[in-house]
């Protein structure tokens, strides 16, 4: 459950675009360096190029496990900012097909919910590079929503 | 564990990764069956600050890295081998200040693709948090470490 604290500062964060004092309480997203900003249609998220994210270090290229956990983190992010649920989700199961090597550079994410179930959430992510037309991969999520049980 | 030559070849390939020193992983066992990596607990990889759970991303690293390493169980000689796609199912919630193990064995060699599966756990293997199954490209010795041969989907 989102406590009244969070929920102002989620309120401030939309208010702002600014979503890095949001993102600073969880330390896996400070690991990693996730930032997120509101566009004209949608959120997008981003990882900035990180020498301490790299897996393969000859081509360099980004590991496919922080590439995974970048997009599962998206994925959760645009359920807990936006859908205003005011519940943490959690994660069932995720899937992820690499479709490109991900190079040292910039990495976007965009998602969609594809079905917002009572008890579970279905979220397609993609992610890319230099061209939003070629994505580096993309994934899926299911979410166990908390239902909210009265006392 | 004894010191074979396998386990020196899985140390030197997983101290070569950036983001695998950065997260601390590192192989506690390995021989022709599977690899088994531990992901120390530690409070900059936790997901959920309530609990202090480490989040799924860095469980995702330990099992892409095992199955990733299982692959140097069954090829004779080391291939460089990208992740071709990866499924994890979260069986359990993780607790929080214990190391993570991932365990990962490769179950099919074909001449272009390795699948593998594994599973993560904490107390016991009976217990397992994680389970994972992950198919890998083969790119072959001849083109081993040249990146014009890594790009993944490009012609």
């Known amino acids: 459950m989102i406590d009244k604290g969070l929920r102002e500062q989620l309120r401030l964060a939309h208010e702002s675009n600014e979503y890095g004092a949001l993102l600073a309480l969880i330390p896996y997203a400070t690991l990693i360096g996730i930032q997120c900003h509101r566009e004209a249609d949608g959120v ?4 900035p190029a ?20 970048f997009m599962e983190l998206a994925a959760a992010l645009q359920l807990i900012l936006f859908t205003g649920t ?8 995720f899937s992820i097909d690499y479709l490109r090597a991900g190079l040292y550079r910039d990495t976007y994410a965009r998602c969609q919910l594809w079905r917002q179930g009572r008890r579970v959430t279905n979220v397609a992510i993609t992610a890319w590079q230099a061209d939003p037309g070629e994505p580096i991969a993309t994934a899926r999520a299911h979410f166990k929503i908390d239902e909210h049980r009265s006392p | 564990m004894p010191d074979t030559a396998l386990l020196q070849q899985a140390r030197r390939f997983i101290s070569a ?6 997260i601390g992983l ?18 900059l990889l936790v997901g959920d600050p309530r609990s202090g759970v480490v989040h799924g991303g860095a469980v995702t690293t330990l099992m892409d890295s095992a199955c990733g390493i299982a692959t140097l169980c069954v090829l004779p000689q080391f291939e460089v081998c990208p992740t071709l796609d990866l499924r994890i199912d979260y ?6 200040h214990k190391a993570v193990f991932g365990y990962a064995q490769c179950y099919r060699v074909t001449r272009d ?9 904490q107390d016991s293997v ?3 948090i994680v389970q994972v199954v992950g198919t890998f490209m083969r790119l072959g010795k001849a083109i081993n470490g040249h990146p014009a041969a890594m790009q993944g989907g490009q012609p």
């Not at chain 1, 005011?86 to 199961?93: E, H």
């Open chain 2, 113 to 121: 693709v390795i699948f593998t599966r594994g599973f993560a756990y």
């Open chain 1, 44 to 47: 997008v998220f981003c990882l």
């Open chain 1, 86 to 93: 005011g519940q943490i989700p959690r994660i069932i199961d």
């Open chain 2, 126 to 128: 009976e217990q397992p």
């Open chain 1, 50 to 69: 990180n020498r301490d994210n790299i897996g393969n270090p000859l081509l360099p290229a980004i590991h496919g496990g922080v590439i995974a956990g």
């Open chain 2, 17 to 22: 990764l950036p983001h695998c020193q950065i």
């Open chain 2, 26 to 43: 590192s192989v506690t066992a390995i021989d022709d069956q599977g690899v088994t990596l531990v992901l120390p607990y530690s409070p």
């Open chain 2, 91 to 96: 069986l359990h919630s993780a607790q929080p």
